[in-house]
Structure formats: structure tokens, C-alpha cells
């Protein structure tokens, strides 16, 4: 039997209010050489019965143990069968364009990775705007992470080569760390049209409450990128602007715990160190706000 020449790996966990919509999205296809590979990482609603509506044959249902968004891909990249892997969240929309969009591409620029645009949408407005301008992932990967996981596309044994890091505390953090290792090794092509929707939602908050969690899980990633030899090789002295972005990514999410001063003051201030750019994000402000008491 031929393979597809996609494979669109979609971890979900209690999505089965959204995820309906996400995958008749992908049958709404203009391209329809594809397969969905939905894996379920242990949801306790009706994700399942959900799902099972669905009759097609290019969609397989897979229902696993949990261990996070980064084990649910990876165990997609695993059986997936497509030429490339994409990602899809279960929240999120592929606009009918994606993959006839996405093959274009393929066929003129022969990628081996490569990122498509996407538009951050309100769930309750249905509000639209764009995110970060992509001008060129490998330099710009490194001051934070600009991509969606809906609009990442990976040759399959490249994919293979390069699965996400599991480590459970890394959660939320584990695409940009791989995106970071992709950017090291290979030429992380951008492909401008938007061709997805990213939904955001109240459920969907990023912004944990735990203060200790959100401090390791930065420091596991920093720890991570920095051990990577080809990181290193690659980008040399400017893995600063890396470690300077998560220390503002840390400010923010303590800022948002309410934790104390001191600590978000600490973070702050080695971001800055770090890299001065960091006073021209927009989270600057915001934590800006939060230390002063506005």
C-alpha cells in the first residue's frame, strides 16, 4: 500500500469539546493525501466516542498512558507512515489551504523543515491577528519562540532523527527546545502563507500558579539546550539570547503567580543583562506592571 505523503499527528488530552472541529478541518482538505494520526494521551472524557464518529479511513484513533503533549507526538512521529509529519493541536484549525499550500512549497524549495503562517484567534470574539513577523527562524528561534506547532513541517526521517525531548517538567516548553535543535542542524525554511488558526481559550492558559515548577522547568531547558554539542557549535555565544528569553519568560509567568518581587526582579534583571532586546518585548511591560503594582 502507498504511504501519504503527510502524516498530521495530533495529540489530544479532555479536548472533546474541540477536537471534533479540529479534525474535519483536516478532512476539509483541498490536498487529501494525508493520514491524521490522533493520540489520545489518557483523556477521562468522551475524547474517545468523539473521536470513533469520525468515518474515515485516513484517521487512526491511538489511546495511550499519559505522559505529556511531547510523548503523544512523539508516538505519532513513531507510526506515522507520510514523506513528512506535521503537527496539529487539538484546539487549533488548519485552514483549507494547509497542505496543497504546504506540498507547493515542498515541490519548489525541496525543505527538509520548514514553517508555514498561522493567525492567533479569539474563541469568544473570533478576533484575528498575527503573530511575530517571520523574517528567518534559524536567527530568530534563538530571542523566543515565534512558530506554531500546526505550522512545523518535518521530513519524516528527520523527524525520526529529532522526536521531542519527554521529560515530563518540560511541558510547554519541549517544541521550542526542539525547534532550537532543528535551527542548529538543518536550514528552517518559513513559507508565508497562513494557512492555520491557533485558538485561543480560557483552558488553553499557559501561565501555571506553581512558582517552583515554572523556575525548574526553565531551568531543565536551559540545561538541555546548553548540553546540546551541536547547539553550542552552532550557536556559540548566542545561545545567550536563548537564556535570556526564558528569563523573561520566568519573570512573567512568577509576575503572574503573584510571586514575590524579589524573585520576578531576579529574572527580570538576567534577561536583561543577558540581552538589552529583551526591553522591547511586550512582556517587559506587562511585568513591568506587576513589580510596580499598576
Known amino acids: 500500500m502507498r504511504s501519504p505523503f503527510f502524516s498530521i499527528i495530533i495529540p489530544t488530552y479532555n479536548r472533546a469539546g474541540f477536537i471534533l472541529k479540529t479534525i474535519q478541518s483536516v478532512l476539509a482538505q483541498q490536498f487529501e493525501d494525508f493520514e491524521v494520526l490522533i493520540v489520545d494521551d489518557g483523556s477521562t472524557d468522551n475524547t474517545t466516542e468523539v473521536v470513533k464518529s469520525v468515518a474515515d479511513k485516513r484517521v487512526f484513533y491511538f489511546k495511550k498512558e499519559n505522559a505529556e503533549r511531547a510523548a503523544a507526538r512523539n508516538f505519532g512521529i513513531k507510526n506515522s507512515k507520510g514523506v513528512f509529519v506535521s503537527f496539529l493541536d487539538s484546539d487549533d484549525i488548519l485552514l483549507t489551504n494547509h497542505l496543497a499550500t504546504a506540498f507547493d512549497f515542498i515541490q519548489a524549495n525541496n525543505p527538509l523543515v520548514f514553517h508555514q503562517g498561522y493567525l492567533l484567534q479569539d474563541a469568544v470574539t473570533g478576533k484575528k491577528k498575527y503573530p511575530q513577523q517571520v523574517v528567518d527562524i534559524n536567527q530568530q528561534i534563538l530571542r523566543g519562540n515565534l512558530l506554531s506547532c500546526n ?56 501561565f501555571s500558579v506553581d512558582i517552583e515548577k515554572i523556575k525548574t522547568k526553565a531551568k531543565i531547558f536551559e540545561d538541555i539546550v546548553k548540553s546540546d554539542t551541536e547547539n553550542q557549535r552552532v550557536f556559540g555565544a548566542r545561545l545567550k539570547l536563548v537564556f535570556a528569553s526564558i528569563s523573561t519568560y520566568v519573570a512573567l509567568h512568577l509576575a503572574m503567580a503573584r510571586a514575590p518581587k524579589k524573585e520576578i526582579r531576579h529574572y527580570l534583571w538576567r534577561g536583561i543583562t543577558l540581552n538589552s532586546g529583551e526591553i522591547l518585548k511586550k512582556r517587559f511591560l506587562v511585568i513591568l506592571k506587576f513589580i510596580v503594582g499598576l
Open 151 to 206: 505550522g512545523v513541517f518535518v521530513k519524516s526521517e528527520i523527524a525520526r532523527q529529532n522526536l521531542f525531548n519527554e521529560t515530563r517538567s518540560l511541558s510547554s516548553l519541549e517544541d521550542w527546545e526542539l525547534w532550537i535543535r532543528l535551527a542548529a542542524r538543518f536550514k528552517f525554511m518559513h513559507n508565508t502563507p497562513v494557512t492555520s488558526l491557533v485558538i485561543n481559550h480560557d483552558s488553553r492558559s499557559v
